[in-house]
């Protein structure tokens, strides 16, 4: 089993929808999750970063994470052409005195106008 | 304010010739990853420096792949010999270590071994 799996999707949508993109995870040592946007030939760039579990909105995305149930999500308010991509989550923990950070196979998402 | 440059960002050769990655961090940044995505793998962490020095190179898959990083500016990661089964992306990302700060990512080198 891997340590975090996410659905590779394809995920297609309309314009103006809401996404939910989720990841699991089964290590409990994780302390830092993190949302990845990667374009097409770009490298991943960082979306939203938290600690706690919880929400924390940023503009049109929000992150929740359930440590209780090791799953976290990332949602995408009114989504837009330009919001096509693949989303990568990320998981961190602290192993050795540095922090490693796993990441998910990422699902693409395509948003059509 | 410069991100992370990796060069080049697209390398073609033939099996069993030496390649050489260059990664320049986000200056200030002290630690540096350098990881391969491929479709059906995801992305790996390959060798993972801090403050210049190799801490973990458990995911370097064989001894043709080695790594360095002379100075807090540059990194290079070499295959020697290439193979066609090292066609990938490889990205190098930096990060500041202070506890809990994240990883930013250059745009990559494309690859291909023919």
């Known amino acids: 089993q891997k340590e975090v799996e996410q659905d590779p999707g394809p995920l297609s949508v309309p314009e103006g929808a809401i996404v939910s993109l989720n990841c699991t995870y089964s290590?409990?040592?994780?302390?830092?999750f993190m949302w990845y946007r990667q374009y097409s030939r770009k490298g991943p760039e960082l979306l939203m970063y938290t600690y706690s579990s919880g929400n924390k909105e940023d503009g049109r995305f929000t992150a929740q994470v359930d440590k209780s149930s090791k799953y976290i999500s990332l949602f995408i308010r009114d989504s837009q052409p330009s919001d096509s991509a693949t989303y990568l989550c990320?998981?961190?923990?602290?192993?050795?005195?540095?922090?490693?950070?796993?990441f998910g196979t990422g699902t693409k998402l395509q948003v059509i106008p | 304010d410069a991100g992370v440059i990796q060069s080049p960002r697209h390398e073609v050769t033939e099996m069993g010739q030496e390649v050489t990655l260059r990664c320049k961090p986000i200056?200030?940044?002290?630690?540096l990853f350098w990881y391969r995505q491929t479709m059906m793998r995801g992305l790996e962490l390959l060798i993972y420096f801090n403050n210049n020095v190799p801490i973990d190179d458990s995911g370097m898959p064989e001894d043709r792949f080695s790594a360095k990083m002379p100075n807090a500016s540059f990194s290079t990661l070499k295959i020697q010999p290439s193979e066609p089964r090292d066609s990938a992306v490889y990205f190098c990302?930096?990060?500041?270590?202070?506890?809990?700060?994240?990883?930013?990512f250059g745009d990559g080198t494309r690859l291909s071994i023919l």
């Open positions: 290590n409990s040592a994780f302390q830092y």
């Open positions: 990320a998981m961190s923990s602290y192993s050795g005195g540095y922090q490693k950070v796993t």
């Open positions: 200056s200030g940044h002290n630690s």
């Open positions: 990302a930096s990060r500041n270590r202070d506890r809990g700060q994240p990883q930013h």
